[in-house]
């Protein structure tokens, strides 16, 4: 069985990219000249600001009952607001299946316009303002 090799960290810097510990100094230095690498941004996407969305889906599910859950409320949001992939079943029916917005699965910037556009949304159709109603400890 194959192992696989640790990732090797860098930081794009005014000068390049640097790594950004010893351990990954001590493996690019130790690559032969002209390797090549594959460089993906690592999320900035913490699980504090998924538990905050989900903390105040709950809470105006629980305040409004608008949705039966706050796994409902989450897959029409995602719906309303277009983050869907079309799918043509066997019957030729078109629906339309929620994106996911898991840390893996969205990047960090697209996640907070979709959290910005979701609490737009709920304020719109709830009629106040869920940030400032429920965010306070929620992330706690």
């Known amino acids: ?20 510990s010893a351990f990954d100094e001590e493996r ?8 090549e690498c594959e460089v993906k941004p690592l999320t900035k996407r913490s699980r504090v600001q998924q538990k905050l969305y989900w903390s ?3 809470r105006v599910v ?7 859950t706050a ?31 898991a840390l893996d699965a969205m990047p960090p910037e697209d996640f907070s316009r979709y959290f ?5 949304l709920i304020a719109e159709r709830c009629g106040f303002d869920p940030l400032l109603e429920f965010s306070e400890g929620a992330a706690a």
């Open 56 to 58: 105040i889906l709950s």
């Open 28 to 35: 690019l230095h130790g690559m032969p000249l002209n390797t």
């Open 1 to 20: 069985m194959k192992r696989e090799r640790p990732s090797l960290i860098v930081r794009k810097t005014k000068r390049g990219l640097a790594p950004v």
């Open 116 to 120: 910005d556009d979701t609490m737009r």
């Open 62 to 68: 629980a305040a409004t009952e608008i949705a039966p």
């Open 71 to 101: 796994g409902h409320l989450h897959d029409i949001l995602r719906v309303e607001l277009g983050y869907v992939t079309p799918v043509r079943l066997w019957s030729g029916k078109l629906q339309l299946w929620p994106d996911s917005t």
